[in-house]
């Protein structure tokens, strides 16, 4: 009896050592997670981190300085260029190794490795839209280049210097939540993150569901209700801008093209909010009398954030500003004479083509009138747990073939089947060329030779220097269409329907030191219609574009402070346009004592969408619920994605045809018109509030909107919490559902050149860190910091904390 205790006892206790050293799930090993010596434990750290020490690394050529200041912020002087991106390889990978690694894994397709089969569908997405066929085009092209080769292969090199000096106690947490391992680096990991924005600036689609307009609705009604140019627009280039160039011969649509536009003949979406914002005001306007540059792009965001501040210095260059973990060199920021910033273009650089193969064995593809083979590309995806999964995906001259089948599809649809995808991704490219030459340059021209290596997602460069020169342009490797071209899904055996080349890169818009002593971007049009080419028909809605420029056109004496207060600003141009229309046609005689309540609110209200406004509430509750309301029963359909009219469209429907056919609910028997929808819009958003809020006197904006930074994996606990805040997707500080300015920076360019800027978090990916998270209530106040701008290692400065030597 004995001797079946005891091994009953042995049993349970092997059992219980195998359970806690093993993955449950969505558990991590509750044993190796606990351990004091080697889990989550280690991973708390001090704010008071001793970082006076030297390293000894491998690799290094000579010694590299490090000095921390209050924000764990780096400040890196290297003695020559190949240390200065090992050192920030090295120094990033130390606070962001997790975030370094989930992102290469999302990009490549490779989630499912640690996380499971629940990560499938995403990781075939991204294998059969080209990401890593597109990373070892761009690989190709940075390792064709000697000096970004050296670039990539140091930053590399310092990744891995830090990968290897690991213990498992060591690890950041989400590997120990998630049970694996950190792998090394690889230069094509640079190229993958490049991929991934492109995919989150430029890789949203809508040509199926507008196809699906076309054929339900037909030609008349589609140019009208989907516009090449919206009724309200402030563009990019000054409207009268001269287009100094002999533009190249402008491609002629097939002729089905035009038959199906003109007679109707039949063959991942947009978000309001997502761009960012950008300008530069010339010394004319300012109180120093030298340009101000301010940025703040509109990204996730998220713990950790996507940017790192930095600052880099050796031989030849004195950078600072924000990095993207994963690629060498400041992506935005300033050095001593000059100062440059982005936000996106959203050209149109994506596009599908129907095919037509020969056979169910669709080894062959009809295209300009005869049969071509596809090629065979393998797609071997991990999966942790369960068997591999073998993917064959063809490619075409257009691109890859995404989804074959309906089933395949499922989650997607938005992604038309057996379609090519082209794509400006897929191309070889040194895109990263652009920062390394922006980083070390002093004048306009060196701005202009930067942008000629800039190939995707495509950005508006804005620019600055001590010289008094501002400048912007919507830069990119942008295809040569004929108009409309991509619109629509194209044929794809038509070689008309083909890219036709590139437009020239010296005849991409550009304007420098306009009249109007300001240069700016929200994401609106480029141009004016006057732009002899096609770069897209539809852009973000004007209003943040028409607010800045409304703001810096009165601006005199500006200074830093005054880009800062712009940069926060919440007032509605939207409001500004049509809440008065919408007043207009309420009845406030039969409104009950809410209603009238919310209506009164909405006539004194300031248009400002602060966190305590109550009419910014009931404005934007009216107003969505009118838009929906307005085409709901139109475009909403089950069987297939239809694209929703804009919200420019619906306002010029309201403020110029109230009695339009597209008020009336064809599902009601009497026939409505604008009046009747915003009655019933507006008696719906005042009884929502209640509902959700409580009688008027809680209706805040900050506690109507729900806001917080979540972390990257949306583990729980790791993100902020809701907090209350302003903004909203149609003002300057586009803050919305988690998105918002990843980064405010406003540099004022001068004799000393002067930075400030701020990240929603902190600089450490550790969630047991002080640093995690430490600049977001600055952030959150609408502050700014000033930038230490170290001009070299001996310079003293109290904000320095610590220092660390890195030598071989």
């Known amino acids: 009896m004995k001797i079946v205790k005891a091994f009953f006892s042995l049993a349970i206790t092997l059992a219980l050592i195998w359970a806690l050293q093993t993955k449950f799930g969505d558990i991590p090993p509750i044993g190796k997670f606990l351990n004091p010596a080697t889990g989550f434990w280690q991973n708390a750290e001090s704010k008071n981190i001793n970082d006076t020490e030297e390293l000894k690394l491998t690799g290094l050529q000579g010694s590299v300085t490090v000095k921390y200041d209050e924000n764990r912020i780096p400040h890196i002087f290297a003695e020559n260029e190949h240390d200065l991106y090992y050192a920030q390889g090295y120094i990033t990978a130390r606070d962001r190794l997790w975030q370094l690694d989930i992102q290469t894994r999302s990009a490549s397709g490779r989630l499912s490795e640690v996380v499971g089969a629940k990560a499938l569908d995403v990781d075939r997405y991204h294998r059969r839209m080209g990401m890593v066929y597109g990373a070892e085009n761009t690989l190709k092209g940075m390792m064709k280049d000697p000096v970004m080769r050296a670039v990539v292969n140091a930053y590399t090199e310092g990744i891995n210097s830090y990968v290897h000096q690991l213990s498992k106690k060591d690890y950041p947490i989400e590997f120990k939540l998630l ?13 993958f993150l490049l991929k991934l924005m492109s995919e989150t600036l430029a890789g949203g689609t809508n ?17 009208d209700l989907f516009p090449d140019y919206p009724m309200h627009e402030s563009p990019i280039i000054p409207v009268g801008t001269k287009w100094d160039f002999k533009p190249l011969p402008i491609p002629a649509p097939p002729a089905a093209f035009k038959a199906q536009i003109l007679t109707g003949m039949k063959m991942k979406d947009r978000v309001e909010g997502i761009g960012s914002n950008n300008w530069a005001v010339s010394g004319s306007k300012t109180a120093s009398g030298y340009p101000i540059l301010a940025n703040d792009p509109h990204l996730d965001l998220t713990f950790p954030s996507i940017w790192y501040q930095m600052q880099l210095s050796a031989p030849g260059v004195n950078v600072y500003g924000v990095t993207l973990p994963g690629a060498p060199c400041v992506v935005i920021g ?4 000059i100062s440059w910033g982005v936000t996106n273009v959203d ?29 065979y590309r393998i797609e071997k995806i991990a999966i942790k747990g369960e068997p591999d999964l073998i993917d064959t995906v063809r490619y075409t001259r257009f691109g890859p073939v995404v989804y074959d089948n309906a089933k395949m599809s499922e989650g997607h649809d938005n992604i038309p089947i057996g379609n090519a995808l082209k794509w400006i991704a897929h191309d070889e490219s040194n895109d990263i060329k652009t920062f390394y030459l922006l980083n070390r340059g002093s004048n306009y021209t060196d701005y202009r030779e930067a942008l000629k290596f800039y190939n995707a997602p495509a950005q508006n460069f804005v620019f600055a220097s001590a010289d008094n020169d501002i400048a912007i342009t919507p830069n990119g490797r942008l295809p040569l269409k004929y108009k409309d071209q991509g619109k629509f899904i194209m044929d794809g055996s038509d070689p008309a329907n083909d890219w036709h080349g590139f437009i020239p890169f010296e005849q991409n818009p550009t304007v420098r030191n306009p009249p109007r002593g300001f240069v700016s971007s929200a994401n609106q049009s480029s141009t004016d219609p006057t732009y002899p080419y096609y770069i897209n028909w539809q852009f973000a809605p004007y209003e943040r574009g028409k607010r800045i420029n409304d703001r810096l056109g009165a601006m005199q004496k500006a200074t830093a402070d005054s880009m800062r207060v712009l940069q926060t600003d919440t007032y509605s141009i939207r409001a500004q346009d049509i809440l008065p229309t919408m007043l207009k046609y309420l009845d406030a005689s039969k409104l009950d004592e809410n209603q009238l309540a919310a209506f009164e609110i909405l006539k004194k209200w300031d248009k400002f969408f602060e966190a305590d406004s109550e009419g910014a509430a009931v404005f934007a509750n009216w107003w969505s619920r009118f838009y929906r309301a307005t085409w709901n029963d139109n475009f909403s359909d089950k069987n297939m994605p239809l694209n929703w009219p804009s919200m420019d469209r619906t306002e010029e429907l309201l403020l110029k045809d109230p009695n339009s056919i597209w008020f009336d609910n064809k ?20 009884d929502g509030l209640i509902k959700k809020q409580g009688k008027p006197g809680n209706w805040q904006w900050g506690k109507v909107k729900k806001f917080e ?28 559902e988690g998105h918002g300015p990843s980064w405010r920076m406003v540099v004022q360019l001068g004799p000393r050149v002067k930075g400030y800027g701020i990240l929603p978090g902190g600089q450490s990916g550790n969630p047991g860190s002080f640093y995690y998270d430490d600049m977001l209530p600055t952030w959150k106040d609408g502050k700014l910091k000033e930038l230490l701008y170290l001009q070299s290692p001996t310079e003293k400065s109290a904000r320095i904390k610590t220092t660390l030597t890195l030598s071989k």
């Open 334 to 337: 300033y050095n001593k004479k």
């Open 709 to 736: 930074v979540r972390h990257l994996a949306n583990i729980p606990g790791f993100g902020s919490g809701n907090f209350a805040s302003g903004g909203t997707g149609s003002t300057v500080n586009a803050l919305t």
């Open 667 to 686: 599902k009601t028997p009497m026939k409505e018109t604008a009046t009747d929808v915003l009655s019933r819009s507006f008696n719906l958003a005042v």
């Open 347 to 375: 050209a149109d650089i994506l596009d599908w083509y129907q095919l037509k193969f020969k056979d169910e064995s669709r080894n062959e593809y009809w295209y300009n009138n005869q049969w071509n083979k596809v090629t």
């Open 207 to 223: 040509e199926l569901s507008m196809t699906n307009v076309l054929n339900k609705f037909g030609a008349k009604v589609t140019n």
């Open 179 to 191: 049970d694996y391992a950190p792998e090394e680096w690889k230069p094509i990991n640079c190229a």
